[in-house]
C-alpha cells in the first residue's frame, strides 16, 4: 500500500510546480521532500519524475498516482465533513481568498452574520486576485474563494472544484472630468471618445486586462494605460483627479453614489460574474455551507442598496 503523506507531497509538486515551492508550503527542507519522493518512487516500483533542465516535472505514472490521490482526498474531505455536521457546535478555521472589491464590499457584511450564528467559527480573509487563488484552493492553501470572470473570458473549471453564483456586478466606463462625451452618445461612440486620453487598468495577465483591452480593441484603438494596479480604489482616485479614464465595476462604490460621471458599456460587456469556488469534497462542510449562506445574504443586501 503507498504511504499517503509521500502521495501529497507529489500532488503538492504537481500543483505548486518546484520542490522548494513545495518545501516552503509544508514548512519542509526541500531535501526531505527529495528523499520522500524518491521513496515513494521505490514504493510504486517506477520512475515518477524527470529533469526538466533545473526543474522536474511528473511522469505519465505519475501523473497517475496524483489523479487518484486527488480521489482520497476529496473523499477524506467529505469525512471531515460529514463529523463537523454531526457535532453542535461549528468551530475550528475556515480560509478565504477574495480579490478586493468584494473583499471590500460583500465580505465584511458576510463576517458580521457569520459572528452572529457561529460565533467560534474562526475565519481567516486573505485579499488575493483569482488568477492565483484559484491554483491556491487547489493545492488546499484555502476552503473557499471569492473569484470573478469577466464577458467573453470564461475562467477554466477543474472537475474538482465546484463553483455557485454570488451576482453579476455590473460594469460601467468611468470617464475623467470634465466628461467629454454626453448621455445619448452610443457606448462605442464613448469608448472612442477616450482613444488619445490616458487609461488605469489591472495588470497584464489578469482576466480583467484581457476583457479591457479587447473591448478597447472592438472599438478600434489600442489604449495608452499608463497606471497598472488591481487596487480599484487607485483607479477611482486617477478617473477623480481627471488623470485616466477607466472600467470600472458597482462594487467598488460599496453602495455609496459614484464619485465620478460612469457610462453604459456595449451590449454583451455590461456585467461580471461573481461566484464562490470550493473543492468538491467540501461542499458539504457546514463551515462552507454558512459562509456561503452569509455571502449569498451578503450579496443580496448590496443588491438592495444599489
Known sequence: MFDLHRLRLLRELKHRGTLAAVAQALSYAPSSVSQQLS?????????LLEPVGRRVRLTEQAEILVAHTEAILQRLERAEADI????????GTLCIASFQTAALTLVPTALGLLREVHPHLRV???????????????????????????????????????QEDL???????????PADSAETDGPMATLRSLADHPWVMEPEGTAARHWAMSLCRNAGFEPDVRFETTDLLLHVRLVEQHHAAAFLPDLVWSGRPPTVPLRHLPRGQRTRRVFTVVRRGRTQHPAIRACRDALRRAAALHSQEA
Open 167 to 177: 451576482l453579476d456586478d455590473t460594469l460601467h466606463l468611468a470617464l475623467p472630468k
Open 84 to 91: 463537523a455536521a454531526s457535532l453542535t457546535d461549528l468551530n
Open 39 to 47: 521513496q515513494l518512487e521505490a514504493e510504486v516500483g517506477v520512475p
Open 124 to 162: 481567516h480573509v486573505t485579499h488575493m486576485e483569482p488568477e492565483k487563488a484559484l491554483p491556491a484552493l487547489q493545492a488546499r492553501d484555502f476552503d473557499l474563494i471569492v473569484a470573478e470572470e469577466y464577458p467573453g473570458n470564461p475562467n477554466p473549471r477543474p472537475a474538482e472544484l465546484q
